[in-house]
């Protein structure tokens, strides 16, 4: 009787697993673009129609990189994480990946777009949908670019020269040796000693490079915002009487994001 009784449990537990699972709605759903960048604009959108969740007012719980922004309470979404309705059971979603999982490009690159639709309460929510990975962000070529396009104090941070990209020929002409670098509050005020001569690396398709953490090269303390890194580089060139003389481009800016 005891075995019965022990079977006759697990048999039930096993049917409540199945109901709940049962119970995850199947719906439809678009990604547009279908390749993306942490950089693009993102437009999801679900049909609920046929499934548990229609009728309902869906919210997005989205996960992979990390929790999105939306992901605060599962009893209770904010407004935030509400889908914009679209017609009858259609609805849309709109974000951009840095922004949507509060993180700098970097963090978020290779990483899955994850994501369920459930009820503000969460008693009903859709199956988990991973529709595809966070692409690398392609460059467009100019004179100065970094890597990520969007980034924060808290980020890599990649500083390129491409002599390629330019109209100026002393640009064009000059021996890249290195760069200077300092980075302002939102003040303007300089946030440590600026950094100059710092030594360069020839890339792979001509450019120049130079990779670093903010926050350590410059010492930034804890709790203090930075607003941007202003960036120029440096040389010689060949003067009209073709003697060698030191050479520095203008400079170039980065805007760091509050993303951490």
Do not use: H
């Not at 709605?25 to 990604?31: R, S």
């Not at 490009?105 to 949908?129: M, N, R």
């Not at 580089?233 to 994001?257: C, I």
Request: hydrophobic fraction near 40%; glycine fraction near 8%.
């Amino acid at each position: 009787m005891k075995r019965i009784y022990k079977l006759s449990l697990i048999a039930f537990f096993c049917l409540i697993g199945i109901t709940a699972q049962a119970q995850k709605a199947q719906i439809k759903y678009t990604v547009t673009p279908g390749v993306f960048t942490p950089e693009d604009e993102v437009v999801l959108e679900i049909d609920l129609a046929g499934s548990s969740l229609a009728g309902k007012e869906p919210y997005i719980w989205a996960f992979g990189p990390g929790d999105a922004i939306t992901n605060t309470s599962w009893t209770s979404s904010p407004d935030i994480a509400k889908f914009t309705k679209v017609a009858d059971d259609k609805w849309k979603y709109i974000f951009v990946g840095t922004t949507f999982y509060n993180k700098g490009a970097s963090d978020i690159i290779g990483k899955p777009f994850s994501f369920l639709v459930k009820t503000k309460d969460g008693g009903i929510q859709s199956e988990d949908y991973t529709p595809t990975k966070f692409s690398p962000i392609l460059f467009v070529p100019t004179l100065f670019r970094n890597f990520p396009l969007r980034t924060s104090q808290y980020d890599a941070l990649s500083l390129y020269l491409d002599q390629r990209y330019t109209a100026s020929p002393n640009n064009q002409r000059f021996s890249p040796t290195s760069i200077n670098i300092r980075i302002l509050d939102a003040a303007g005020q300089l946030v440590g000693p600026e950094k100059k001569g710092l030594p360069i690396v020839k890339q792979k398709d001509g450019s120049f490079g130079y990779t670093f953490l903010p926050e350590i090269l410059f010492g930034i303390p804890e709790g203090k915002v930075v607003n941007k890194a202003v960036y120029s580089f440096t040389g010689t060139v060949k003067d009209v009487n073709g003697s060698t003389v030191p050479y520095t481009t203008e400079e170039a800016e980065v805007v760091f994001l509050d993303l951490k």
